[in-house]
């Protein structure tokens, strides 16, 4: 692993199906936008023979980042496969968008991968976010390894950002990062920076050097000896710590030396264990070069030291209904079980599902039970249906190339499968599975958008549809309060991709419009109101008269009815009429045209006429003494106040907190959460949160979280009152 020497001939080029777990890997690579992880994928595509230098595979096109929304926006958006072959091993490289808007295409990476390669640009270091998803990898035991790029950046140190890892990432044992291999510099040129263009092996203490553009092997000078041993004493004992023969840290102190066979295998164990983490580094080809800087070296650390997917835990499975069912296992002959992580639309094919094959084989042409569940609040109806698996391919850039199978470990493309969505199960369906789901986060943005046209509003509901089904991180809500169509994205650039794709894909051009939070009336005081409904000009007449008591209720009330008619003042069969008009002006509002809530109304006395007195007409009276009412009385405007927790490093609490003090906020309490990270409770209008998804990102640096639900409404301070009132005017 990493130490081997020579080229690998007859082994490199485009993955083709594998035959067995173990000839597999699949690794998602993870890092903050612009570390390089796009250009390392297409640098190991290059040096394992599956592309031409130019980073384009045979049949024509650009390995990643090939969609047309990815070349307009110059940055990953989505989750993308690019299989290679190494050494006779399948390797799934899973590359991620790195900005924060898109984390849903991170998940569902980590999902189908087995471990992660940490991309860490030496130019910018290591942001919070980044950490953030390290510590949930050591949360499960993954497997991690780091990458160090943009060596060739002014002011770029390795093993300063070596160091950084190591406080980032190491935890209580600083042993656990260390590198296996040093840069080589060159000359340094007139900006004193001089370029990497080989590699110091520290267990092999071999020089690897791609000056020429080939990576070729060497002895190392004598003037690189003092350097190698330095750091190579740290690594073994790094190792030794973790190797599972207790006598071999003994032997070393004592002044054995250690077989290099012996340290791979046990630096092999750590890292596919999840206890060592290596660092490595790495730069894409030069003009004219086969092979970048370091991408032999992370090749032979992929296939010799992360695991198979057989030496992974698979998820928990139960039927669809909830019941348990027996553990699962990566075999191609156990009963089948895939998981669909990412679901695509091809102007050719339809819909693409890339799903990760957890126990069995999946072939084209059976059909296959699939089952979602868990998701109804997104938009997501559970549902349980059997559909035939189209063709199978293997995705490589724009182009799916033809798959005969795809066994247990393995991931592929099943083309036209209509109703399965991200996050779907597929299994037998004689025996129906569903996969425990991973954690999606939360939308917590709302866009408003209206069709822009008749034509596009004929579409619109079809294409929002299949825009969710894609994502499983977007919600859809038809607010029945605002009559508003809302999604929830996890940020503007989420939001802005998914109306591109709306138009691009689905042909529907959306205007976004101002969100409306769901505001409501109620009555501050005690109010009298007379409806009187009279129209005797000749016919059928119509003649309804009654008189109401109104007094406010405590929040979450409702509308309460009571009938205090004595006498027969109101005939019986018409104070259900009455309440019936209430309910349906309550509905509308009385004063700003929002829902009334929270009111006790008392139907005291009234009139009617033997003749002229019907059920719509008591409507009517009841409808206008309400209104009448309200003329009188000081009425509310509601607004809804959400609870609101936000998970934050310690060091940004206080500004937290007085953020949302700003925003009308009542802090709570706090409370620690571990790992230096503290949780803030507070209650805060909903009107001021809109946007606090993309706020919190900004003043966390992108390492707070937060949730939200409703709490109740309450009434809005009176200078807001009269703002939200002259904007109604405005947009009137």
């Not at 497997?143 to 980032?168: K, W």
Request: with cysteine; net charge negative.
């Amino acid at each position: 692993m990493g130490e081997k020497t020579g080229t690998h001939p007859g082994a490199a080029g485009r993955a083709a199906a594998a035959d067995r777990p173990s000839s597999v890997r699949n690794v998602v690579l993870v890092g903050h936008s612009g570390s390089g992880k796009t250009t390392l994928v297409e640098a190991l595509a290059l040096a394992s023979g599956a592309v031409n230098r130019a980073g384009r595979v045979e049949d024509g096109g650009a390995l990643s980042d090939y969609d047309e929304i990815e070349h307009r926006q110059q940055r990953s958006v989505q989750l993308s496969l690019v299989p290679v072959q190494w050494g006779g091993i399948k390797v799934n490289l899973l590359d991620t968008p790195g900005y924060a808007d898109f984390v849903g295409e991170l998940r569902a990476g980590l999902r189908a991968a087995d471990a992660a390669l940490f991309v860490v640009s030496a130019a910018d270091g290591v942001d919070g976010a980044t950490r953030m998803v390290w510590d949930e990898c050591a949360a499960v035991g993954m497997p991690r390894a780091l990458v160090i790029t943009h060596l060739e950046a002014a002011r770029s140190d390795f093993e300063e950002m070596t160091e950084t890892c190591r406080r980032s990432f190491a935890g209580e044992d600083p042993d656990a990062v260390l590198p296996l291999y040093l840069p080589l510099y060159g000359t340094a040129g007139a900006d004193g920076h001089a370029p990497v263009h080989g590699l110091i092996g520290l267990l092999s203490q071999r020089v690897f050097d791609y000056s020429s553009g080939v990576r070729t092997e060497r002895a190392p000078e004598p003037g690189e000896l003092p350097l190698i041993e330095e750091h190579r004493n740290r690594l073994i004992e790094g190792i030794i710590a973790e190797s599972e023969d207790e006598s071999l840290m003994d032997r070393y102190l004592g002044g054995e030396n250690i077989d290099v066979k012996t340290l791979v295998g046990d630096l092999e164990t750590a890292v596919a264990r999840g206890r060592f983490h290596p660092v490595l580094a790495a730069a894409p080809a030069a003009d004219g070069a086969k092979q970048g800087l370091g991408t032999v070296e992370l090749l032979d650390l992929i296939t010799g030291g992360f695991p198979t997917p057989a030496e992974r835990p698979a998820p928990e499975v139960t039927s669809p209904d909830g019941r348990p069912r027996p553990p699962i296992t990566c075999d191609p002959d156990g009963p089948l079980v895939a998981e669909v992580v990412k679901t695509s639309s091809d102007p050719y094919v339809g819909r693409l599902s890339l799903v990760r094959v957890f126990s069995g084989t999946l072939r084209p042409d059976e059909t296959v039970h699939v089952s979602g569940h868990g998701l109804q609040d997104r938009g997501h109806e559970d549902h349980d249906v059997d559909e035939r698996v189209g063709a199978l391919s293997s995705p490589f850039g724009k182009v799916q190339r033809s798959l005969s199978k795809a066994i247990a470990g393995d991931l592929a493309c099943v083309a036209k499968l209509a109703r399965a969505e991200t996050g779907d199960t597929l299994s037998s369906k004689d025996t129906p599975l569903l996969v425990e789901p991973w954690t999606m986060p939360d939308p917590l943005l709302p866009v408003a958008i209206q069709a822009h046209s008749k034509p596009d509003e004929d579409k619109l509901s079809q294409g929002l549809a299949r825009l969710v089904a894609e994502d499983p991180t977007m919600r859809l809500e038809h607010n029945q309060d605002t009559h508003q169509v809302v999604l929830w994205c996890l940020g503007e650039a989420h939001a802005d991709v998914a109306l591109e794709r709306l138009r691009a894909r689905y042909g529907v051009q959306v205007d976004t419009v101002p969100y409306k939070v769901p505001l409501r009336e109620t009555f501050g005081a005690k109010s009298a109101g007379r409806g009187r409904h009279v129209k005797q000009s000749g016919g059928h007449g119509q003649y309804a008269i009654c008189e109401i008591e109104v007094e406010p209720l405590p929040g979450g009330s409702g509308i309460e009815f009571v009938d205090k008619v004595v006498g027969g003042a109101v005939p019986r069969q018409f104070i259900p009429s009455v309440e019936k008009g209430v309910r349906a002006q309550a509905t509308k509002g009385v004063a700003a045209g929002y829902p009334l809530v929270d009111v006790r109304v008392t139907l005291l006395d009234g009139k009617a006429h033997s003749v002229d007195s019907s059920d719509a007409a008591f409507q009517t009276a009841g409808a206008l003494a309400l209104r009448e009412a309200a003329t009188d009385a000081r009425i509310h405007l509601l607004e809804p106040v959400a609870e609101v927790t936000v998970l934050v490093p310690d060091e940004y609490v206080g500004a937290v907190m007085s953020d949302l003090s700003g925003r009308r906020g009542r802090v709570v309490g706090t409370e620690q959460s571990g790992a230096g990270r503290t949780l803030v409770r507070a209650e805060v209008p909903e009107i001021e949160i809109s946007r606090y998804a993309v706020d919190l990102r900004s003043l966390s640096h992108g390492t707070g979280r937060f949730h939200r639900s409703y709490a109740r409404h309450e009434p809005m301070p009176p200078q807001l009152v009269t703002k939200i009132r002259e904007q109604e005017e405005n947009e009137a």
